[in-house]
């Protein structure tokens, strides 16, 4: 019973900035993962970032190659909040982003037990 809403998608030129927030609700995830994945219209979901923690607090973040140094995943553990800053944006980075929780798989495989309901991102040129 866990609920996650994304929310900050819009319209932005290339080379302009979004920021994406995911907010959670509800019981703790088995796995202490959360991630982004995206969806262009004819392609496969695919993974975005993803940032997991530990009980000290630390938090580690991954990315799929095409953002890195472009994006930060970032996770405010006392709102139970995770941000996706995006950067440097690319008429490429067009798609919906979904906001997932608690992966059953690896972290980078669209295998989450719970996902959000999507946000559109749009890159003009």
Request: charged share 15%; glycine share 12%.
């Amino acid at each position: 019973q866990v609920q996650l809403v994304e929310s900050g998608g819009g319209l932005v030129q290339a080379g302009g900035s979004l920021r994406l927030s995911c907010a959670a609700s509800g019981r703790t995830f088995s796995n202490p993962f959360m991630g982004w994945f995206r969806q262009a219209p004819g392609k496969e979901r695919e993974f975005v970032a993803a940032i997991t923690w530990t009980g000290s607090g630390a938090t580690y973040p991954y990315y799929t190659n095409s953002v890195k140094g472009r994006f930060a995943i970032s996770r405010d553990n006392a709102k139970n909040t995770m941000l996706l800053q995006m950067n440097s944006l690319k008429f490429e980075d067009t798609a919906v982003y979904y906001c997932a929780g608690d992966p059953v798989g690896a972290y980078y495989s669209p295998e989450y037990q719970y996902w959000g309901q999507g946000t559109q991102v749009t890159v003009s040129s």
